[in-house]
């Protein structure tokens, strides 16, 4: 028998949902055409009034919002209300030194809470359930989002956070976890450790896994079931559009139900930004229809994936995203954090002594590891190893400091990286033969 | 006193044949040397006997290079050579970083690289160890 948090809502039959989409749309153009300076001047622009949108089908006449319009009006540049209505900031990675922003108004986190309990009980997950919460509580809004949806449902949550596995476990023995959530490699890190322990994982009350922030294939959804003997579902989200719970698997584990009563998704060419054919490939772009603190109107995110409007096994009636497959930009996600080579980019060039070679790379074993090869300059190097190594300790946590995921840094002879006509080849990711 | 150059290399395979093939071809002789290492890269520290000449070949061929003055002494071969060095400097609280060894005839040669040269060069002297 299917649960769901709010039947009503998530079973709304799909011309009814498509018609309140278009009435909340009209909503909105005209809420950030009258608070946001930005939208109104795009508007402008482009010589379209909030009146000219009357149904979804409209949405094609508005504006794009790309992640650097962000990053220009850092950090509350494109906020709707003043500071005294917002109760909440996330942040995440931006493309340079600087965060990507959200600011959240009680009635968003309301909502946002809302989205997140129905996304806890898709995968059959109920108030009888013990949540182990090992998503990163703070500006990341993987933690505190999965925390305010299982407590609305009523599940016990069990706000542990991510890392220290032995802890971990040891909850997850003495408290009965029948949940874990977190990303699909710590998921994955954990059934090794528990391995190494000698721990019996089939003793373990352990039931279900959402696990999400990072891409993930089904190969390794089938692993981790095996590891761990539990269902393991997919979660999608991003800060900028609340965070986790913009779309979740149903128990049916057939691509992800997007909440469409508070977004309207549309999948874009990745050159182009103009509607694919349904079914079809391409960028997703998110337009919030509740949000008040940071409303965004087609929110382009990179992330590569195509959707289904097919009705779904479960009874809902909200269409279904497929797994992210790939990226339109050149962001990494090395253990669920969002990393840009731009960022390490700019690290690096505040450090003196470090020339303009470097060579990132990201490989997996079980989990995610991100180096970084600098190239030595004949200022920086020393006889002494502690000199060496104190220089390449100063990197290591610069690089930290921005990045919020620890990166090894190699110290290679100058002339040793590729050098390349035109744009240099930055980045080697080795994780696609292992995923 | 002796002049050392120091030379940053890779921690990975033949790059230290190809760095002793260009003082072969240079005709360059290697009166001592060490490496210090780390999982990606080492420093090699030799002493040869044409410095000045080893340096320019060595820039040109981009090898990241620096020059380093340490004190080598002259001590017999034989048990409680080092520990004689070391005591003395340890009594003046003069501070060795790193140090290697290799034969001279019948005498073994300890390059140091201490904290203080000069004071270091003072005390052996004045306790009768010849420093080169």
């Known amino acids: ?435 | 006193m002796l002049k050392q150059i120091s030379v940053f290399l890779s921690n990975t395979p033949g790059i230290l044949a190809k760095f002793t093939k260009v003082l072969l071809e240079n005709s360059i002789n290697l009166k001592a040397l060490s490496v210090s290492e780390t999982a990606d890269f080492g420093i090699l520290r030799i002493l040869v006997d044409k410095t000045d000449e080893c340096v320019k070949i060595l820039k040109k061929n981009n090898y990241l290079t620096t020059l380093t003055d340490v004190v080598a002494v002259e001590v017999p071969d034989e048990p409680g050579a080092l520990y004689e060095v070391a005591r003395i400097l340890g009594d003046n609280s003069v501070n060795i970083e790193y140090l290697y060894s290799t034969l001279i005839k019948e005498n073994a040669m300890i390059v140091l690289r201490v904290d203080n040269n000069e004071k270091a060069v003072g005390i052996l002297n004045n306790n009768g160890i010849k420093t080169l």
Not at chain 1, 29 to 53: C, L, R, S, T
Not at chain 1, 60 to 65: A, D, S
Request: proline share 4%; aromatic share 8%; with cysteine.
């Open chain 1, 1 to 435: 028998m299917t649960v769901y948090w709010n039947e009503k809502a998530e079973t709304m039959p799909r011309d009814e949902l498509e018609k309140l989409q278009g009435e909340k749309l009209q909503k909105l153009a005209k809420y950030v055409y009258e608070n946001v300076d930005f939208y109104k001047k795009k508007f402008d622009e482009k010589g379209i009034k909030p009146e000219d949108i009357k149904s979804i089908a409209d949405i094609t006449k508005l504006p794009l919002t790309l992640k650097t319009d962000l990053r220009d009006h850092y950090p509350f540049g494109l906020n709707a209300v003043s500071l005294d209505e917002i109760v909440r900031i996330h942040a995440s990675s931006g493309t340079t030194g600087k965060p990507t922003v959200v600011s959240y108004t009680r009635k968003d986190i309301d909502d946002w809470t809302e989205l997140m309990a129905r996304t806890v009980m898709a995968p059959g997950i109920t108030h009888e359930d013990v949540v182990q919460n090992a998503y990163g509580y703070g500006l990341f809004t993987g933690g505190l989002g999965f925390h305010y949806g299982a407590e609305k449902v009523g599940c016990s949550v069990i706000p542990i956070s991510g890392g220290n596995t032995e802890r971990q476990l040891m909850i997850m023995q003495d408290f009965n976890s029948t949940v874990i959530t977190c990303t699909p490699s710590y998921a994955l890190y954990i059934a090794e450790y528990a391995k190494s322990q000698g721990i019996d994982v089939s003793k373990l009350a352990l039931k279900k896994a959402i696990c999400g922030a990072e891409p993930w294939s089904d190969n390794l959804r089938k692993t981790i079931e095996e590891v761990l003997q539990i269902d393991a579902f997919d979660i999608y989200g991003l800060s900028e559009i609340y965070g986790p719970g913009v779309s979740v698997e149903c128990e049916e584990k057939d691509g992800m139900h997007i909440w469409e009563d508070y977004f309207i998704v549309e999948i874009l060419d990745k050159e182009t930004y103009e509607p694919v054919a349904e079914g079809e490939e391409g960028v997703l772009a998110f337009t919030t229809l509740e949000k008040t603190g940071i409303p965004l109107i087609r929110y382009i995110t990179y992330d590569i994936s195509r959707i289904s409007k097919e009705k779904c096994k479960c009874g809902r009636t909200h269409c279904r995203m497929r797994k992210v497959t790939g990226r339109a930009d050149d962001m990494l996600i090395v253990r669920g954090i969002n990393v840009f080579p731009s960022q390490i980019e700019h690290a690096l060039m505040q450090i003196p002594g470090v020339a303009g070679y470097y060579q990132i790379m990201v490989d997996r074993d079980i989990i995610d590891s991100l180096s970084v090869q600098v190239e030595l300059t004949p200022d920086t190097f020393s006889d002494e190893m502690k000199v060496l190594e104190n220089f390449r300790n100063e990197i290591e946590n610069k690089l930290f400091s921005i990045l919020q995921v620890k990166a090894t840094v190699e110290l290679v002879a100058p002339g040793t990286l590729p050098r390349t006509e035109g744009k240099a080849k930055h980045v080697i990711d080795n994780r696609s033969k292992n995923i």
